[in-house]
């Protein structure tokens, strides 16, 4: 049984990371390219990190599912990233974006990796406009700023309601410009299916070619994943619809303990589902929020009378409006955090307060914006998610308010890894999303882009140097060697297992049916009789999986159907550690609301006094896993509920 060991360093939090720094070992010129770096995925944290090691100089191989390293997700993130530069003079600071991390994250993720993140976090920032990133400027050329939840400084920097489609776009001429260099090699089109170990240590990956079908190995002195979170678990969410946790789920069977797995993020404003047959939901930017008011009428007659058609939005006279963020949280307002304000506008609903066909939808209303700034500002600050939400909804933002409601966006729980971003398999680092470290249980807007560059451009480069000083006399491995032969092997086993079934049943059956249990019961609230309802059902779903799904098409050559099916297989398994996660932690926390564990005003009751610490599950089997705590010690903070009335 592996150790925690955190390996957060010596000194005062805000020296730690210098301390790391000038202490680290290093490669020189001339080893470095002898030793290879495999890296899985090409969004902000892997081609950010792939770029800086090709720069470095060592030989790196970068892997994705999609037909180009744009295609990441990354690109999707509209609001903003975080950085402390204090540019409006407002009163942020390197602590105060620690401290707000922090508290956002109700004060359950490791105080060392958050301090590091909020240090580095101005030099993204300098990365990315040396990168060409055209964040909005001032009339006078300066970079301009705008707020996000949970802070009451505006310290987010953005491109309209496209920063992460620029970010990834600057990461990728990093990244290309090394791939023309020829110290980085791309492989597109393939997914990676399972790490190899030897002798304790990562050494390489077997990846599936996924045009021809065909299995590869890979030898990398280290490797790293940074495959992003796994919020498709509840089939419907603001990811890509090929967003998957199946790397992070292989290295869990592997070795590497997974945390937190119930920090799950819900986000307070995307546009509400709408049928049955929906494969994703769309995100509008928390950036909205600095100009929207949302609000759902006082009286539950006009609520219903709007769910009937028989009353518009614009109809309901202002008296008559609820703006229930600003009525309870009069300190931030709309500006919550996004576990707070989706609470909110659940209980809204959950009274009989809510609007649309569903009544599952709040207003998010820029009249008074528009008519104190004037419309052409609004859509200099939006307009591309007001053509957005009018493409989906066709309804005009401008003259209507959007209605809104909260969905699965983000996911806070990952792979553990200690200060070096390395996981309990040696060799074995996780970045980005995909790791646990930086967001305790509830993430702040804009800090995903922050974490994912942090750890891209800025932490691996040392830590990762740091393990493969001590690589150097290691000659790379044959890949002809007993445990890739044996990787390959289960890999293959696996595929025509699946391709045998021939059931009744799609992939996307089996996908929704879990959804569901997920949502219903894994969702913004929970209790502990509906989680062990969930284990129940997603045991009896996953035992049906493996007897009735149907697999058209072949197992060489190109097979959507089969990538589903091989990612839902981990989806199945994946949903129950995260409810037995939910139900082992008796408190609320973040975005993990138990019902049992709240204050008199509907708020997260937290227990620090019994959960706090990082739990961190090693598996032992299909269904059973094994718990084990890293505690959380505050030396530059001090605990307390979190207000932000």
């Known amino acids: 049984m592996a150790e925690l060991q955190a390996k957060i360093p010596a000194g005062p939090l805000s020296q730690k990371w210098s301390n790391y720094k000038d202490h680290q070992n290093l490669v020189n010129p001339n080893n470095k390219r002898k030793l ?125 309601g496209q920063t992460g489609q620029q970010l990834l776009l600057g990461a990728y001429g990093a990244l290309s410009r090394q791939i023309k260099l020829g110290t980085v090699k791309l492989f597109n089109r393939h997914e990676m299916m399972d790490v190899v170990i030897i002798d304790g240590k990562a050494r ?128 931030f307002g709309n500006l919550v955090p996004r576990d707070v304000a989706s609470r909110a506008s659940k209980e809204r609903c959950d009274a009989g307060y809510g609007v649309g066909e569903t009544g599952l939808a709040v207003f998010l209303d820029f009249k008074e914006s528009i008519g104190r700034l004037g419309k052409h500002v609004i859509q200099e600050r939006y307009g591309n998610l007001f053509q957005m939400y009018e493409k989906i909804v066709d309804e005009n933002p401008y003259e209507n308010p959007m209605m809104i409601y909260p969905a699965v966006h983000y996911t806070m729980g990952g792979t553990w890894v200690d200060y070096e971003l390395m996981s309990t398999v040696t060799g074995l680092f996780v970045a980005g999303e995909a790791n646990f470290s930086d967001h305790g249980a509830n993430r702040l807007g804009a800090s995903a882009l922050m974490q994912g560059l942090a750890d891209g451009y800025f932490v691996l480069p040392y830590t990762l140097q740091n393990y493969l000083s001590g690589e150097i006399k290691v000659a790379r491995i044959s890949t002809d060697k007993p445990e890739f032969v044996e990787a390959e092997k289960n890999i293959q086993l696996r595929l025509e297992k699946l391709m045998s079934v021939k059931g009744h049943y799609s ?25 062990q309802k969930a284990i129940g059902l997603i045991r009896k779903l996953r035992e049906e999986f493996w007897k009735e799904v149907k697999i058209p098409g072949s197992l060489n050559g190109l097979n959507i159907e089969l990538e589903k099916a091989n990612r839902v297989a981990d989806f199945l398994e994946l949903g129950e550690l995260i409810a037995a996660d939910a139900l082992h932690r008796n408190e609320s926390c973040g975005g993990h609301f138990r019902e049992e564990y709240q204050t008199n005003e509907g708020e997260c009751l937290r227990n620090d006094q019994e959960y706090r ?22 030396e530059g903070i001090e605990l307390k509920q979190r207000v932000y009335k």
Not at 231 to 236: A, H, I, R
Not at 239 to 254: D, E, L, R, T, V
Not at 508 to 517: A, P, Q, T, Y
């Open 36 to 160: 290879d770096v495999i890296v899985v995925g090409t969004g902000l944290a892997g081609a950010s990190a792939a770029a800086s090691l090709g720069e470095m100089g060592f030989n790196v191989k970068i892997f994705c599912y999609q037909d180009s390293p744009r295609r990441a997700h990354s690109i999707a993130a509209q609001g903003g990233i975080n950085a402390a530069k204090n540019y409006p003079n407002d009163g942020d600071s390197i602590y105060r974006l620690f401290y707000d991390t922090i508290k956002g994250g109700d004060y359950r993720a490791r105080e060392a990796n958050v301090y590091r993140l909020a240090e580095v976090s101005n030099a993204i920032i300098d990365q990315c406009v040396a990168q060409g990133v055209p964040f909005a400027r001032e009339y006078g050329g300066s970079l301009e700023n705008r707020s996000f939840g949970g802070a009451q400084v505006s310290r987010t920097f953005f491109a309209r």
């Open 204 to 331: 390489g990956i077997i990846a599936r070619d996924l045009i021809t079908g065909k299995l590869e190995r890979h030898f990398g002195h280290a490797v790293v994943i940074a495959t992003g979170g796994y919020g498709n678990v509840f089939y419907l969410s603001t990811n890509a619809m090929g967003s998957n946790a199946s790397a992070i789920w292989q290295i869990f069977k592997k070795g590497a303990y997974f945390a937190n797995p119930c920090f799950t993020q819900i986000h307070p404003t995307c546009i509400p589902v709408h049928g049955d047959y929906q494969s994703k939901l769309t995100l509008m930017s928390e950036s909205l929020r600095n100009d929207g008011r949302i609000w759902v009428p006082k009286k539950k007659e006009d609520a219903e009378a709007h769910r009937h058609g028989k009353l518009k939005a614009n109809d309901i006279p202002e008296e008559d409006r609820d703006y229930f963020l600003e009525r309870r949280y009069p300190a």
């Open 507 to 531: 992939v996307d059956h089996f996908h929704k049916e879990l959804g569901k249990i997920m949502w219903e019961n894994v969702g913004m609230g929970r209790n502990a009789e509906r989680l």
């Open 613 to 634: 610490y990082v739990a961190a599950w090693e598996y032992k089997g299909e269904g059973n896993f094994e718990l084990h705590k890293e505690p959380l010690i505050y």
